[in-house]
């Protein structure tokens, strides 16, 4: 027999609010905010409905809400609903628990989507959190411009974040990636992961421990860990390239001329190891009768419209670049979820 919600409980907000920090996730978030009031974790919970009281462990997955759990959350945080879901991707609507489950909350084993990965702690520490805080992300790794950091999801203690000031191709490379994501909209993701595919494919860096400028970083910090970071300027200038077609494409602008072009120009630049998966790359997007210039407005059209014009359905915010590539190779990036387990 289930436990009854005592239903008096989480209707005001708690004495301290939070600031949110870009990214968060859901478990990080609610411990945090016990932490900021003093409160053990169990008691936050008790307000928020039932379910298993077991140790709130961030680092390793995701905490997902029942509808009335993320009510109660909203009122205990102090702000509306509708901004939580804004600022806390794993309270939107995909992630809610089914309205027949027995429990208020639970952590699965795994996330069920993204990866969470160790926030900039520089970035919570402004935020006022000394102790580890997390996200959850569509890719494992997370760049922070502002403090200059690469942290990813290996939760290793040692060396929780890999300095960026010495690499500035690294920086670079992201800041050119978000720049792309402004711009592609919606398209973003699948541009990015078939650049993804791309690179495997060719199998650039793959062992960047041989190579003198990565060796001492993949001895330091293990090959797995240095291989996304090593890979990242090409896959930015890749992801930068197949954009300027798929935009003209999507845009309807996209000319034979240019579409014949461009093959031999990102062949030259990326080099023969990129030749075979360009190339079929290039064979599955040609050009459009009509395109969907929508797609970069304000206001995307429907996902039937975009999957039935594009081929891909406008992606989920956490969806892994495996699952949004048209191309076949992809395999993920960078696995190390549960290492230390
Ligand atoms: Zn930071």
Not at 33 to 61: C, D, F, I, K, W
Not at 203 to 229: C, I, K, S
């Amino acid at each position: 027999m289930a436990e009854r919600r005592d239903e008096r409980l989480g209707r005001r907000r708690l004495h301290l609010r939070l600031r949110f920090l870009a990214g968060e996730s859901t478990g990080s978030y609610v411990t945090r905010l016990a932490a900021r009031n003093h409160l053990p974790v169990e008691g936050m919970l008790r307000s928020m409905g039932t379910g298993p009281m077991l140790p709130v462990e961030p680092q390793y997955t995701e905490m997902y809400l029942s509808r009335y759990a993320r009510e109660r959350l909203a009122n205990l945080a102090g702000h509306p609903l509708a901004e939580m879901q804004k600022r806390l991707v794993g309270l939107r609507d995909e992630f809610l628990m089914p309205s027949d489950a027995k429990d208020d909350w639970e952590w699965p084993w795994d996330a069920r989507a993204g990866y969470i990965v160790q926030a900039c702690s520089l970035c919570a520490a402004q935020r006022g959190t000394r102790s580890p805080a997390w996200l959850i992300l569509p890719d494992p790794w997370h760049v922070c411009l502002r403090h200059r950091r690469w942290t990813d999801n290996s939760r290793s203690t040692q060396h929780p974040y890999i300095d960026l000031s010495s690499l500035p191709d690294v920086i670079r490379a992201q800041q050119r990636l978000n720049r792309l994501g402004k711009r592609l909209g919606p398209a973003a993701r699948w541009v990015f992961a078939d650049a993804c595919s791309i690179l495997v494919r060719s199998n650039y860096l793959e062992d960047p421990g041989r190579t003198e400028e990565w060796a001492p970083l993949a001895t330091q910090l293990g090959e797995h860990r240095v291989r996304p970071l090593a890979q990242l300027s090409r896959l930015s200038l890749l992801t930068r390239d197949l954009a300027w077609l798929e935009v003209r494409r999507l845009s309807g602008e996209l000319g034979r001329a240019g579409y014949r072009e461009w093959l031999d120009r990102a062949t030259r630049r990326h080099g023969f190891a990129f030749r075979e998966p360009l190339k079929m790359w290039h064979s599955q997007h040609p050009p459009l009768g009509r395109g969907i210039p929508e797609l970069f407005g304000d206001q995307p059209p429907p996902s039937s419209v975009v999957q039935r014009v594009t081929g891909h359905e406008l992606p989920s915010c956490l969806a892994a670049a495996g699952d949004l590539s048209c191309l076949p190779w992809l395999r993920l990036p960078n696995t190390m979820e549960r290492l230390f387990l």
